[in-house]
């Protein structure tokens, strides 16, 4: 009997030609799990197709809410944005994926998995380390890393075998969305002069298309999850939608960004992500009303460290468990609400307000009512000082 491979199956191009390339260079019996993170509008038609193309079985699952609750939130509430721009919706999806895999090869008893990564991307590195990580003792497979043909040439593959895909030689673009985001590489996009054409654009509508009255929104944090929109509490899966739908409309949420990728290449990356980068910016702005000065410098440091992480593949990790650990603490008070308004492609808060925020009115008035003691300024002024007087009359460089 044939060893058994899962191969993680989007039903796209390379996915769907590494089913009949496992199986003629490999001859391995394949089984797919495909997980729905907000990418499949179809889990029986896509679990039928697998069949159909040639895997002895296919493992589906609708694991959105999961992903938001367990992923997403917790990167949220990071302010998780690799290079300060990429709200790392791929590189979310792809530890929950791994754990997919490696439990689907437990219950098919399976020796290896499989992904249709190739050798220039970092997704093969966020599914080998996190599978590495949970099931060290599965073989990992990657066909595009082995076969070297171009995107063309997979698609001529495909035709021959008789393998329907999306993919057209008049739209050869690499396509990756979730709930999250949506990231968009290849065909003329590898020139990073050239302005991405209007039909790489789905979730957010042309500047011109745009409403003409500005939206505002009123969006309420606890414990620094977003958790309801203008007084409506949502879940999590529900609220994330809602505000992609709505500031996609409104033109938001379109990135343009030369990525400096794991493997040590640069990349043009197009994304789509209209709620990751509102809500980032909402739940900032929040922080700043309720994290002292200090807790708000350490946590851009490890904002930066936990983006990283994530990117490069390593959400199971020790160091990502610790710094979890050191965010979730400073979200105890991170409760309130921001308002945000909208409007042709750009948004701004324009109001906040925490439960118990720092901020003092009277502390910070010049107007009637104010209780800071400006008498204590000098004395501080001296303190704070002394170090740089006393090292200019002992060393005095004339800087």
């Known amino acids: 009997m044939s060893e058994k491979i899962i191969l993680a199956y989007s039903g796209g191009l390379d996915t769907s030609v590494a089913i009949k390339w496992i199986q003629e260079n490999y001859g391995y019996e394949v ?8 990418n499949v509008s179809d889990l029986p038609a896509i679990k039928q197709k697998a069949i159909d193309v040639g895997a002895i079985a296919a493992h589906v699952a609708d694991v959105r809410s999961e992903f938001v609750t367990d992923f997403v939130f917790p990167a949220l509430r990071a302010n998780a944005m690799y290079q300060g721009v990429y709200p790392l919706a791929t590189a979310l999806g792809r530890p929950l994926i791994a754990r997919l895999m490696v439990e689907a090869a437990r219950k098919e008893g399976a020796s290896a998995v499989a992904h249709g990564c190739t050798g220039k991307g970092n997704d093969q590195v966020r599914l080998d380390v996190s599978v590495g990580a949970l099931a060290p003792d599965l073989k990992v497979i990657a066909p595009a890393r082995e076969w070297s043909m171009t995107r063309l040439e997979e698609i001529d593959y495909a035709r021959k075998h008789n393998i329907e895909v999306p993919n057209t030689a008049d739209k050869p673009y690499s396509t990756d969305d979730n709930v999250w985001g949506r990231s968009i590489e290849a065909g003329v996009l590898e020139d990073p002069s050239v302005e991405p054409p209007d039909d790489v654009y789905e979730w957010t509508s042309d500047l011109a298309d745009c409403p003409e009255d500005p939206l505002y929104l009123n969006i309420r944090f606890e414990k620094g999850n977003p958790v309801a929109i203008n007084d409506e509490r949502m879940d999590s899966l529900a609220l994330v939608e809602f505000l992609s739908n709505i500031a996609g409309t409104h033109g938001i949420g379109r990135i343009d960004h030369i990525e400096d990728r794991l493997v040590g290449i640069k990349s043009r990356e197009i994304y789509e992500a209209p709620a990751a980068v509102v809500l980032v910016t ?19 440091i490890v904002s930066t460290e936990y983006s990283n992480l994530v990117y490069d593949g390593l959400w199971f990790s020790h160091l990502r468990d610790n710094l979890q650990a050191y965010i979730d603490s400073t979200q105890r008070y991170v409760n309130g609400s921001v308002k945000i308004k909208m409007h042709k492609g750009n948004f701004i808060v324009v109001g906040r307000e925490a439960d118990t925020p720092l901020y003092n009115t009277e502390l910070a008035t010049y107007d009637t009512g104010d209780s800071f003691d400006q008498s204590s300024a000098p004395g501080f002024i001296d303190l704070w000082g002394l170090p740089v007087r006393t090292q200019a009359r002992s060393q005095n460089d004339n800087l």
């Open 31 to 38: 089984v797919t799990l495909t997980a729905d993170l907000g």
């Open 282 to 300: 909402a739940h900032k702005a929040l922080e700043n009303m309720v994290l002292s000065r200090a807790q708000g410098r350490f946590s851009e």
